[in-house]
């Protein structure tokens, strides 16, 4: 059985991450990839019931309630759709995961991130990404993209500032061979190139 690649794709709000995954997706297949294409929170029918709640304008959670939220759906979906697709030989491509907590519960949000690291370990069950991509985009530009405002996107600037300070310092918490911060200002076009570049020159899919 051959080995499957765990991919994902991070950046804040308005940054284009599920459009990459989309292009990316495409490319797999095109490659001949079996893809398992999944997101967080989501990925199973109660992790999406869990998403349907944290989405909701209306709801006013405590940060420390959101990290929990986010927590349980998160080992719902490594336990019924990454541990086995990995298991069975399919890559994973998932947008979004454990660094927006890190970036949004935890940098903006003020949760302890020391708890935020102990429980993102329990929930993944220790997997981590072959290789993650995150977007850098300027707060600014990406609010101004954002359609479809959930209640995290109707957050201040301040929060979203915050918001990018933790993902970069999520780039520097991997290993650098596992980790590829992409700039949003190249364009959709040149991110993607970026993103097949990466993926040939480290786990060797396509071309390099």
């Known amino acids: 059985m051959s080995k499957g690649f765990y991919i994902m794709i991070e950046g804040g709000e ?67 759709v990454v541990q086995p697709s990995l298991e069975r030989g399919y890559s994973v491509l998932k947008a979004r995961g454990w660094p927006s907590t890190i970036a949004y519960q935890g940098f903006a949000g003020g949760v302890d991130l020391e708890l935020i690291q102990e429980l993102n370990k329990r929930a993944t069950l220790g997997i981590l990404p072959d290789l993650l991509f995150i977007i850098d985009v300027d707060p600014r530009v990406g609010l101004d993209r954002e359609v479809g405002k959930d209640r995290f996107s109707m957050k201040g600037i301040e929060y979203h500032h915050k918001v990018r300070q933790g993902y970069l310092y999520v780039a520097k918490m991997l290993p650098p061979e596992k980790v590829s911060v992409i700039p949003y200002e190249d364009g959709i076009a040149n991110m993607q190139k970026a993103i097949r570049r990466e993926l040939g020159d480290r786990l060797g899919i396509g071309s390099t």
Not at 53 to 62: I, P, R
Not at 73 to 78: D, F, G, I, P, V
């Open 14 to 80: 308005g940054s284009g991450k599920d459009t990459q995954a989309n292009l990316l997706e495409e490319y797999l297949g095109d490659l001949g990839c079996s893809v398992v294409r999944t997101r967080e929170p989501g990925g199973t029918p109660e992790a999406e019931q869990i998403r349907n709640v944290l989405s909701k304008k209306d709801n006013d959670f405590d940060p420390l309630s959101e990290l929990f939220l986010f927590e349980a759906a998160r080992l719902e979906n490594y336990r019924k």
